[in-house]
């Protein structure tokens, strides 16, 4: 269980990296702006809210709701990485 907890935490914690990038990124370029800011402030807080409340889960003991919380943003983030991956190896002609 803890290799579990582990491997899908990191997984979550490189999805929120590359959230907390693009976030910066963006916003040295000036392209968050007042019109789109809530909604990144909502994604960023429900990364914290995965990544965080996971890990204060896990140091209640409650293990299984950790596990089922990470699963949340893990399988799809899985699901998007192997998405591109097929992109990548097998060529798809879309025409």
């Known amino acids: 269980m803890k290799f579990w907890f582990w491997f899908l935490w990191a997984i979550d914690a490189v999805i929120a990296a590359?959230?907390?990038y693009f976030f910066f990124f963006l916003?040295?370029?000036?392209?968050i702006g007042s019109f789109n800011i809530l909604p990144w402030l909502a994604i960023l807080?429900?990364?914290?809210?995965?990544?965080?409340?996971s890990f204060?889960?896990?140091?209640?003991e409650q293990d299984a709701v950790?596990?089922?919380?990470l699963?949340?943003?893990?399988?799809?983030g899985a699901l998007f990485v192997l998405f591109f991956l097929l992109l990548l190896i097998l060529h798809?002609?879309?025409h």
């Not at 916003?27 to 392209?31: K, L, N, Q, T, Y």
């Not at 807080?45 to 409340?53: I, P």
């Not at 699963?71 to 799809?76: D, F, G, Q, S």
């Open 66 to 69: 950790a596990i089922v919380l």
């Open 27 to 31: 916003g040295a370029g000036g392209r």
């Open 45 to 53: 807080a429900a990364l914290t809210a995965v990544v965080g409340g």
């Open 18 to 20: 590359v959230a907390l």
């Open 56 to 60: 204060w889960l896990r140091s209640v």
């Open 71 to 76: 699963l949340l943003l893990a399988i799809p």
């Open 92 to 94: 798809p002609n879309f």
